[in-house]
């Protein structure tokens, strides 16, 4: 059974504001990287494409979930999250993530359960 840090999420509910995105770095033009050593257990690093104005809005919890993604076994090269991230269920919503078939997990909520 795989267990994710979940005191993020405890912050979040308790009112504290997580600010670890100091952490991540420009890995390209309008690609903000999460570094394999952001949070450990992470298998992959973490890639969130935002440009300058999105970077200014991005979730402090929306890069946790994305770090957390980064966890889950058979994931296979990176974690990513588009521009309209923002915090989900599980995966923040605009995450993305590919798995080995041999060695990964299905998460069909992923996401969340609200979209019908």
């Known amino acids: 059974m795989l267990v994710v840090d979940t005191s993020v999420w405890i912050d979040y509910f308790n009112g504290v504001e997580n600010t670890q995105t100091d952490f991540l770095h420009l890995a390209l033009e309008n690609t903000l990287e999460v570094p394999k050593d952001y949070k450990p257990g992470m298998r992959t690093k973490g890639i969130i494409f935002v440009d300058e104005v999105l970077e200014k809005g991005l979730e402090a919890h929306s890069v946790e979930q994305v770090a957390n993604v980064a966890m889950l076994p058979g994931i296979v090269s990176a974690s990513i999250a588009m521009p309209d991230i923002h915090m ?4 923040a919503i605009g995450g ?5 078939i041999k060695d ?9 359960y609200d979209l019908n």
């Open 88 to 91: 989900g269920y599980g995966f």
């Open 96 to 100: 993305v993530a590919a798995f080995d």
């Open 104 to 112: 990964g997990i299905i998460s069909p909520g992923g996401v969340g």
